[in-house]
């Protein structure tokens, strides 16, 4: 069964592959948010809190800065 999905889950997708494409790629990328994962869990992990921060925020990726993820490291 096929399933639509809501916008602001694309735009948190959207959101992942602006910080891949910050890391140079998809290996460096994973990567990293292995080790974020590792370090601080899934919700504090810097790339899933910036993707959940402004997933609704559909102008978002137009104005973030580049490596903006960094800001949400704690």
């Given at each position: 069964?096929?399933?639509h ?70």
């Open positions: 069964m096929y399933r999905l809501s916008a602001s889950t694309v735009r948190h997708e959207n959101i992942h592959m602006a910080q891949a494409a910050d890391c140079r790629g998809w290996i460096l990328f994973y990567l990293r948010y292995l080790w974020y994962w590792l370090r601080y869990g899934y919700r504090r992990n810097p790339f899933e809190r910036e993707a959940y921060e402004n997933e609704r925020n559909a102008d978002y990726l137009k104005n973030s800065p580049s490596q903006n993820w960094r800001n949400y490291m704690t």
